[in-house]
């Protein structure tokens, strides 16, 4: 799914998405099978990802996970 504004706005030329848009999907990507991964235990996702806490749940709401 799209996680920000208008598709088409997104989209360049060739059709294909942003880079912007792929690093976003990869990072909600790689923030889903963590929270799954560790049952939501958002220290030790924290930590293997070697972000902070902080910077983890920034992140956790941005995407709205």
């Given at each position: 799914g799209e996680i920000s504004g208008d598709p088409a706005v997104a989209r360049d030329a060739s059709g294909e998405g942003s880079l912007?848009?792929?690093i976003a999907s990869l990072e909600r990507s790689i923030l889903e099978r963590g929270l799954?991964?560790?049952?939501?235990n958002r220290t030790r996702l924290a930590k293997e990802l070697?972000?902070?806490?902080t910077t983890l749940?920034?992140?956790i709401k941005k995407f709205d996970l």
């Open positions: 912007e848009d792929a799954e991964r560790t049952s939501g070697s972000i902070s806490r749940n920034d992140r």
